[in-house]
Nanobody, 124 residues
Framework: QVQLVESGGGLVQAGGSLRLSCAAS?????????MGWFRQAPGKEREFVAA????????NYADSVKGRFTISRDNTKNTVYLQMNSLKPEDTAVYYC????????????????WGQGTQVTVSS
């Protein structure tokens, strides 16, 4: 089992940047897990944002964030990051960090482990 704790959310103006962090802890090595980010806006379904393979060498992004968001991981710090640039009001949501041994499960939206989420609010 792995525990995930997100940080870095907050209020930012449109066009600004934020970096989310997710610290993982557990009995198994962090590098065992594929990691990802999802988000849920008020009144909307939870949606996939980005994913990164255990090695960091493979990433995937939702079309809505391509070119603006970057996912990365530091296996020496057991942490995954989401750098968010050129933020838009429609990026406002609770952002969740996820983990699973299977990369395809993260991409498919069925990761085993979820964090509690961190709020990101983008003002116009």
């Amino acid at each position: 089992q792995v525990q995930l704790v997100e940080s870095g959310g907050g209020l930012v103006q449109a066009g600004g940047s934020l970096r989310l962090s997710c610290a993982a802890s557990g009995r198994r090595s962090f590098s065992t897990y594929a990691m990802g980010w999802f988000r849920q806006a008020p009144g909307k379904e939870r949606e996939f944002v980005a994913a990164v393979l255990w090695s960091g060498g493979v990433t995937n992004y939702a079309d809505s964030v391509k070119g603006r968001f970057t996912i990365s991981r530091d296996n020496t710090k057991n942490t995954v990051y989401l750098q968010m640039n050129s933020l838009k009001p429609e990026d406002t949501a609770v952002y969740y960090c996820v983990a699973d041994e299977s990369y395809s499960s993260v991409i498919a939206g069925t990761p085993r482990y979820w964090g509690q989420g961190t709020q990101v609010t983008v003002s116009s």
